[in-house]
């Protein structure tokens, strides 16, 4: 927690960072198809329009409380199927529902095509680190079971990914975010607040987003330290673009305060 | 990554670890009441004397897939419910079940009394850190609301605390288990385990405490590297006596392969 004494920050990227779910392997599928079963389950009882965004109401209202994760989304999936059926879902049909969430939990890490290769070749020009969101345990369990984990220096399982998020993990590399660049799917979670520190970014959107992830504003004047991927395979030659003109950039002094965490 | 070069551990304490729940604030009580009201819920389907043990049953064969936490318990605590009664429990008293959960979640953080000034106290002579057990939201809202974050070097979050984790905390600060001291109430969780690897421990048993984190069988020979104390007020001292035994301690080469997270 000491103050940094400024120096100049030295051009060029030190670190690349890659979300987990949705860019590394599948995830949001496991999420829809859940929610597919409790509106059929749900539907036994009740015939409503509105069912998906009663269920979203309930989710969103407990984020403040759960967090992301599977074992929030089945309690609220479990509360939204209480308040939707006015009490009259059984307890058989409720035990459906913990069900759903068990299978997500449950469900074998499924890497996106072709991100292995794109992984170890960025990893072989940078070092690369996995910011993960999410529940701790259910996280640490799908990097495990990716095999991906050799690759990256550090894992970070984050409960939230806003810019003191990023500030934070940045301050324990000592690095700029000048130097840094984020590889995910979301703009809210892996772009935006990057950009709005001043670092890079490649967006490689998932074919399905959780409406939660869909809302974000890029900062004016930061599509220049932006790329776009369509696929894995995209990555590389994205990244080696923004390294080229994060080594051709003069950012000056944007190295943030040291937050190390070696003992003095 | 790097392979440690070994060369000779310098003796005498270089860091101290704090246990949170049961350690700096109250948690086990919460979960007690938590359980007392499950008890009575389900008191109104079933008359059984082994409601606990049930619970506990379904509880510990969840902790595989849930981990530990608040949410994870809440979900075995419906799951029990819908068992025990053999599904004829109501929807709304499975809301009230999910809102035992919430109550949970939500409790302020009352911490021990004399804990913060324990803390600083031994703050003052050495570096400190929170190595806590559980969810990352409801942990770092905890830590946060604590009002004692800014006494630690490094928060630390982790999923188990077994020999595995502590050697890849003492990994990050580039130390050797024989300069390491853990402060806890759990002696599965924050003794057994540190001195397994040649490290300290201060035990400070807590009134109650959870049947999972009563099992532990301390190694042999490690009882000159435990101190017990009854509050936190003799903290200071334990931790004074400890590092006065390590001082004057040769341990020899303990140190851990490097697994620090800079960037080369």
């Known amino acids: 927690m000491d103050a940094a004494t400024p120096f100049p920050t030295p051009p060029g990227l030190r670190l690349v960072g890659f979300d987990g779910d949705d860019t590394l392997w599948r995830s949001e599928d496991y999420y829809r198809a859940a929610q597919a079963d409790f509106e059929r389950i749900v539907a036994n009882y009740v015939d409503l329009a509105d069912v998906h965004e009663r269920l979203y109401a309930i989710e969103h209202a407990n984020l403040a409380l759960f ?5 929030g989304m089945t309690l609220s999936m479990i509360e939204a199927a209480i308040a939707i059926t ?9 035990q459906r529902i913990v ?7 449950r469900h074998p890490v499924d890497l996106l095509p072709g991100i292995r290769e794109a992984v170890a070749a960025i990893a072989a020009e940078h070092e690369v680190v ?3 969101k999410g529940d701790l345990f259910h996280q640490e369990a799908k990097v495990r079971e990716s095999g991906l ?4 220096r550090r894992i970070e399982i984050v409960s939230e990914k806003d810019a003191g998020t990023y500030a934070r993990v940045l301050g324990e590399f000592d690095l700029a975010p000048s ?9 809210r979670s892996d772009i935006a607040p990057v950009l709005a520190l001043g670092g890079w970014g490649v967006h490689m959107p998932y074919h399905v987003t959780w409406v939660h992830e869909t809302h974000a504003e890029l900062p004016d004047g930061t599509a220049a330290r932006l790329r776009a ?8 030659a ?3 673009s923004l390294a080229a003109a994060a080594a051709a950039s003069t950012p000056g002094d944007t190295r943030l305060p040291s937050a190390t965490g070696a003992p003095a």
Chains 1, 2 share one sequence.
Do not use: C, H
């Open 67 to 71: 967090g992301y994760g599977a074992k």
């Open 86 to 94: 006015g009490a009259r879902i059984t307890a058989s049909d409720l």
């Open 99 to 105: 069900d759903l969430g068990k299978t997500i939990l």
């Open 130 to 132: 996995l910011i993960t």
């Open 149 to 152: 984990a050799d690759l990256f």
């Open 179 to 187: 130097q840094f660049a984020m590889v995910g799917n979301s703009l």
């Open 229 to 236: 991927a369509a696929t894995p395979a995209e990555l590389p």
């Open 238 to 240: 994205a990244v080696a």
